[in-house]
C-alpha cells in the first residue's frame, strides 16, 4: 500500500515538473501570443463590422431623404417655384458628395482590415450604384429646371413686351378716342349748324325796329330788309325738331319766301293760327328765316 502511494505521488510531482515546462517554453508562448492577436483582431473587427454597420445605415437614411426631396422639387417646379428647386437641388448634390465620400472612405476601411463579407461587399456596391444613379438623375433634373427657368425668364420678357404693347395700343386708343370725340363734336357742330333755322314772330312795328323789316310808306308797304339780319333778334332752332309753329294770331303774314305745298296755316282753340311744316326740307329750301308779321 505503502508502495502505491509513493507511485502516485511520484507520477503527481512528474506531471507537476512537466506542466511548469510547457508553460515556460517558447512554444507554448508563441501560442498565448497567437491566441491574445487574434483575439485583439476579433475585437477589432467586430468595432469595424459595427462602423461599417453604422455608415451603411447613414447612407440608406440620406437616400431616403433624397427620394422625399425629389418629389418636393417635382411640385415645386410645377407650381414654378423654380428658384427653389434648383437650391434643393443644389441641397442634394452637397448631400450625395457628401455619401459617395463615406463610401470612398468605407471601402478603403474594409480594404485595410481585409473584411472578406460578401454580404457586406455587396451592400457597399449597391449603395456606389445607388448614389451614381441619384447623381446622373439628379444632375439631368438640374438641367431641365435650369432650362425651364430659361424659359420662364423668356416668356417673363415676353409677357413685358406684351404688356408694353398693350400699354402703347391703349394710349394710342385714347389718343384716337379722343380724337374721335373732337370730330364727332366737330360733325354735330357742323350738322347742328346746316340744320339750324332762325324764327322771328313780331308786331310789323316790332319787325321794323329790329330791322328786319323796313319802314312802309302812304304807298308802298314794309318789307323784308336786304341786309343781313341781326341773328340775336330771331330764335335759333333745330329745322328737324320743329313741325309746328305757334303764331299766337288771328292774322299773320309770312313775310319770307316758303313754297305754298310745304306747309299750311290751321286754326286752333280761340282762333289763333298754327303754322304747321308739311315737308321740312322743302320749307327751308329757299330761306333759313321765317319771319312772320302779327297783328
Not at 56 to 64: F, K, M, P, Q, R
Not at 209 to 215: A, F, R, T
Not at 271 to 286: H, R, T
Request: hydrophobic residues 35%; aromatic residues 4%; proline residues 1%.
Amino acid at each position: 500500500m505503502r508502495t502505491k502511494i509513493s507511485i502516485v505521488c511520484a507520477f503527481g510531482a512528474l506531471l507537476f515538473v512537466t506542466s511548469c515546462n510547457v508553460e515556460r517554453s517558447d512554444k507554448y508562448q508563441a501560442l498565448l501570443a497567437e491566441r491574445d492577436s487574434l483575439y485583439t483582431e476579433a475585437v477589432a473587427a467586430k468595432g469595424g463590422f459595427d462602423q461599417a454597420l453604422n455608415t451603411i445605415n447613414e447612407i440608406e437614411s440620406a437616400l431616403e431623404s433624397v427620394r422625399a426631396q425629389e418629389n418636393i422639387i417635382m411640385m415645386e417646379n410645377q407650381e414654378g417655384n423654380t428658384n427653389k428647386a434648383v437650391s434643393e437641388i443644389n441641397a442634394i448634390q452637397q448631400t450625395l458628395q457628401e455619401n459617395r465620400q463615406k463610401i470612398e472612405n468605407l471601402e478603403k476601411q474594409l480594404a485595410e482590415q481585409g473584411a472578406t463579407s460578401k454580404a457586406l461587399n455587396q451592400t457597399v456596391s449597391r449603395l456606389k450604384k445607388q448614389l451614381e444613379e441619384k447623381d446622373t438623375y439628379i444632375a439631368s433634373l438640374k438641367d431641365e429646371l435650369q432650362q425651364s427657368k430659361a424659359q420662364i425668364a423668356t416668356l417673363n420678357d415676353q409677357v413685358t413686351d406684351l404688356s408694353n404693347n398693350i400699354n402703347e395700343l391703349n394710349s394710342n386708343l385714347d389718343v384716337m378716342t379722343v380724337q374721335n370725340a373732337a370730330q364727332q363734336a366737330t360733325i354735330e357742330n357742323q350738322d347742328a349748324m346746316l340744320n339750324t333755322v332762325w324764327v322771328c314772330v313780331a308786331p310789323q312795328q316790332t319787325l321794323v325796329d329790329k330791322g328786319i323789316l323796313s319802314k312802309g310808306g302812304l304807298f308802298k308797304s314794309s318789307e323784308l330788309t336786304k341786309q343781313g339780319y341781326d341773328k340775336s333778334q330771331f330764335a335759333e332752332i333745330d329745322k328737324r325738331e320743329v313741325e309746328s309753329i305757334p303764331l299766337n294770331t288771328k292774322k299773320p303774314t309770312i313775310m319770307t319766301s316758303h313754297p305754298e305745298s310745304s306747309y299750311q296755316i290751321v286754326e286752333v282753340e280761340g282762333g289763333n293760327k298754327v303754322l304747321e311744316i308739311l315737308d321740312k326740307e322743302s320749307f327751308w329750301s329757299i330761306s333759313n328765316y321765317l319771319v312772320v308779321s302779327i297783328k
